[in-house]
């Protein structure tokens, strides 16, 4: 039997084991079996015997064909507005890439400011941020826009894997896939998954997070990460090349071949700004996030940044759409059953017995969330198994709700760096094969930890500023 069957038995086993077990006190039939279904898919989505997406569109089904969910809760994931607000990233994302704007930002940074390894360290990561929050892919910022751009340097310092790899190559890997995954903290639409959390915050505890209150709520932990990040690796990990003249001078030749900036990268400019001046902005206008995601889209697609063929072919967005509309479903039908509801209240009263205060009982809880990310080949996979229980239970122990929705929502994405499969550009930077595993899996553990420290004490004190606790 091959690997993928087993997988799918694996998944197969625990639906009908948890299907069949003496339903716990207090929990109704439907409860306890809209639990079966969920746990089982988001196994499917750990172990991925098929593609998340047909996963997830199988849990939705056996739901609906079991009679545990109607058919219109089965398929009301589909048509949340937080998906189609990914989506319309995805393809804002699309314009970025197409039209070079990603590329010519990053290369007028490291233009500027490029003149040693740290510097450049510090123009990745200023490059990774200025483009995070038009691009939910983590991957293809990573690995579309900034991947190829920090290879081809590391090649002309002559750093390749293997014996040259520390000259440059293995410091610069690292700095990109920290700063990716702090940029992922900092905006609702800087990776897929964020909005995921957004919904199940809304349906787990009806804690309504707006894309300007996450940014306010993110911009001073995040920004001190930013710094502090490349500064931290540098003296970790340091690259043999400490001055480094052929970065401004290949930055200068790249955009020398680019020419002067097209009409289509002016149009996507306009559009990207005019959609963060709009996202932030929304408590003044009432405008939607997804109405400005669409919105930008429509632009794009009337002055023909975009054709519709670059719609269709969108895989990651409607990849997106998929398994995280079924989660969605089968997340809200789990929140309405009650289960999650019982869950939070056994655990904390279990807390409250123990006499633990809310703040050390919060702590804990996201010492436990961030760390037990060793065990996830997936963000979105974590979340959807742990991001609601553990919201739910926080508040039930008198965490003030949205401080914890947040918090939890920005760890979601600061745990990434831990491991080498620990998130969706890891593969490609991983991969690049510059740094061996024991050094990635050391320094993600050092450097998350001290990005957990940064966003619960210096993050907590700005928190407290702006009045989410």
């Not at 398929?75 to 010519?104: D, H, M, P, Q, V």
């Not at 900034?146 to 293997?162: D, M, Q, R, T, Y």
Request: glycine share 10%; proline share 4%.
């Amino acid at each position: 039997m091959d690997m993928r069957r087993r997988k799918l038995l694996a998944v197969l086993a625990v639906a009908l084991v948890l299907w069949f077990l003496p339903i716990p006190e207090g929990l109704t039939p439907a409860a306890w079996h809209i639990f079966a279904i969920f746990a089982a898919t988001i196994l499917g989505f750990i172990l991925q015997p098929i593609a998340i997406g047909a996963m997830g569109f199988i849990g939705v089904t056996v739901a609906a064909l079991t009679g545990t969910i109607s058919i219109s809760d089965a398929i009301s994931g589909y048509g949340n507005s937080t998906i189609w607000l990914i989506i319309c990233a995805f393809l804002l994302s699309r314009g970025f890439i197409k039209s070079g704007l990603g590329r010519r930002i990053a290369f007028l940074i490291i233009q500027k400011i490029g003149r040693s390894s740290l510097t450049l360290g510090y123009a990745i990561t200023a490059s990774d941020f200025i483009i995070s929050p038009a691009t939910p892919s983590s991957t293809a910022r990573a690995g579309g826009i900034v991947f190829p751009i920090i290879k081809s340097l590391s090649s002309a310092l002559g750093s390749e894997p293997g014996a040259t790899a520390r000259k440059f190559g293995a410091y610069i890997m690292q700095i990109e896939y920290q700063a990716n995954a702090i940029t992922c903290a900092m905006f609702m639409t800087a990776m897929a998954g964020n909005p995921l959390s957004v919904e199940l915050a809304a349906k787990a505890t009806e804690t309504q997070i707006t894309w300007s209150g996450w940014a306010l709520a993110a911009i001073v932990p995040g920004m001190i990460s930013l710094i502090v990040m490349p500064y931290l690796l540098y003296k970790l990990f340091p690259p043999e090349i400490e001055e480094m003249p052929l970065a401004k001078q290949m930055a200068t030749d790249e955009l020398a071949k680019m020419g002067v900036m097209s009409g289509v990268e002016k149009i996507v400019a306009v559009v990207f700004c005019g959609a963060l001046v709009l996202w932030a902005t929304s408590e003044i206008h009432h405008i939607g996030a997804t109405t400005v995601g669409m919105l930008a889209v429509v632009v794009m697609l009337l002055t023909d940044v975009l054709t519709w063929d670059d719609v269709l072919n969108e895989k990651g967005a409607w990849n997106t759409m998929f398994w995280m509309g079924s989660l969605i479903a089968l997340a809200s039908a789990l929140s309405k059953s009650g289960f999650i509801k019982y869950v939070a209240e056994g655990a904390g009263s279990m807390i409250e017995s123990a006499g633990i205060s809310w703040t050390l009982a919060f702590v804990l809880l996201i010492l436990i969330y961030v760390y037990s990310h060793y065990g996830f080949a997936s963000v979105s996979a974590h979340i959807g198994a742990m991001y609601a229980a553990f919201l739910t239970v926080a508040i039930a122990v008198g965490t003030p709700p949205m401080l914890a929705a947040i918090a939890f929502a920005a760890m979601s994405n600061i745990m990434i760096p831990l491991t080498h499969y620990g998130g969706g550009a890891a593969p490609i930077l991983y991969g690049a094969g510059y740094v061996s595993q024991n050094d990635w899996w050391r320094l993600g553990f050092i450097i998350t930890t001290v990005n957990v420290a940064i966003w619960l004490i210096l993050g907590g004190a700005w928190w407290k500023v702006i009045g989410l606790w």
